[in-house]
């Protein structure tokens, strides 16, 4: 694997990550269709196999796919070329350092929701095979245990990794075999949807919305990558395996089970164990769900007031959230939770996007800067008000109009709304941020807050 030898203790955090220290496509693409292929993954694929035939979810997830890899391949290709990651590059692609912040506020919300959902995936497992408690109950418990591993940092996290990933890859394959093979999977393809039907309109908005937040942070990956060409290549790569070989698993199941419930399609395949290494796949993605989500309300915190705030206490405060939302049944609310997802990121790729291959108002910043190696601009703007308006009202438009596909509409929205913004000079900077520390080197307008 090469460039290991050029990583920093922090993975170059702050910085561009040097060419000596980037990888091989397919090193990226593994990794990329590790998160594709995740629980989530397998619940959404057994959502929309609840509510759809085959071959309309097939067509769901086809052009959900297509939606989440037109936005990954173009952010990814930004992180490539810059070298940086998403809240560092979006320092300078029109949000601003404010607007980096709200990004991460973003993010981190939608990984409290995430958290919620899962802790009650688990659950229900546990209340199905141990009993004691309710659902609810096992929630919170369990929500807490997880919050308990997370405040004590990588060490506490780590030890489950290379257990827990393989093995819950191996459930998988093993519950598709064992209960398709009790059934002729031609009649599966045909047969309707045992639940309430969903749109394919709706369908493809789900799939989008289920990892429009992974796609949109995909310069958190591509900056490790050394060509475009190899941004497009593990792209396709990881989302065709992920997005089908899981995804289409799931909808196979529903419709062999007759439920959208994980734990039941699972445990009538191979009974007992899939509820463990479901609790034990849990806990290793619901930990970095809390970690990530602790980080980027630390850092809006720490942006926003200026103050620092202790990440083992903010991210105990968000477990307890999480938790109390998995108590509360945010599960039933998936296809709710999704669909926002769905209209609200599409908008941060379509800016990110259109700065940086139209407008290119700070565009020369960056490669001013990457000219002289590996540095980053000294100074960004602190808050851009206009691309924080285009946001806003694209994200409403993907939500409230309903002709077409919502993550559509509001990618497209935002991406026209900031060209048409940048070329009526209405992209103007509130205050300047030293790169480093945040420090406002420019006297900012009564209206911009201060920053750290």
Not at 37 to 56: C, I, K, N, P
Not at 95 to 109: E, K, T, Y
């Amino acid at each position: 694997m090469s460039g290991a030898a050029g990583h920093t203790a922090d993975d170059h955090a702050l910085g561009r990550v040097p060419t000596t220290a980037r990888y091989t496509w397919w090193s990226v693409a593994i990794q990329r269709f590790g998160q594709v292929s995740a629980l989530s993954q397998f619940l959404l694929g057994a959502t929309l196999g609840f509510g759809m035939s085959f071959w309309t979810a097939f067509w769901a997830f086809t052009f959900g796919a297509v939606i989440l890899e037109v936005v990954s391949i173009f952010v990814g290709i930004i992180g490539s070329r810059e070298g940086m990651s998403t809240s560092m590059v979006a320092r300078w692609l029109g949000f601003g350092r404010g607007g980096s912040a709200l990004i991460g506020l973003a993010i981190g919300i939608s990984l409290i929701g995430w958290f919620g959902i899962q802790s009650a995936v688990s659950a229900q497992g546990l209340a199905s095979t141990l009993g004691g408690l309710p659902a609810w109950g096992w929630s919170i418990l369990f929500g807490l245990v997880v919050t308990a591993i997370c405040i004590f940092g990588f060490g506490s996290m780590a030890w489950t990794a290379y257990v827990t990933v393989p093995a819950f890859l191996v459930l998988v394959g093993w519950a598709i075999v064992a209960e398709l093979s009790k059934s002729d999977v031609g009649a599966l393809m045909s047969t309707p949807p045992p639940g309430e039907p969903i749109s394919l309109a709706t369908g493809t908005t789900l799939v989008a919305g289920g990892f429009i937040v992974g796609a949109v942070i995909t310069p958190d990956m591509t900056r490790f990558n050394k060509t475009s060409a190899d941004v497009v290549k593990q792209t396709v790569v990881g989302f065709t395996l992920g997005e089908y070989v899981i995804g289409m698993s799931g909808v196979l199941l529903a419709h062999a089970i007759g439920s959208s419930e994980i734990t039941t399609i699972l445990t009538s395949s191979v009974g007992w164990v899939a509820v463990l290494v479901v609790l034990l796949g849990t806990v290793k993605i619901n930990d970095w769900n809390l970690y990530s989500s602790g980080l980027g309300v630390v850092n809006f915190i720490g942006t926003v007031t200026g103050r620092r705030v202790n990440r083992a206490a903010t991210t105990a405060v968000i477990g307890v959230v999480g938790s109390l939302l998995a108590a509360a049944g945010i599960l039933g609310q998936l296809t709710g939770f999704l669909i926002v997802l769905g209209v609200v990121f599409p908008p941060i790729a379509g800016i990110m996007v259109a700065e940086y291959f139209v407008v290119k108002k700070w565009r020369g910043v960056l490669e001013s800067s990457r000219a002289d190696g590996d540095a980053v601009p000294e100074t960004s703007p602190t808050w851009v008000p206009a691309t924080l308006v285009v946001w806003a009202v694209a994200s409403l438009f993907g939500y409230f109009v309903h002709v077409g596909l919502g993550s559509v509409n509001s990618l497209v929205i935002s991406f026209v709304l900031y060209v048409a913004a940048g070329r009526a000079g209405l992209l103007r900077e509130v205050g300047t941020s030293r790169t480093t520390d945040g420090e406002v080197v420019e006297p900012a307008t009564a209206t911009a807050p201060a920053t750290a």
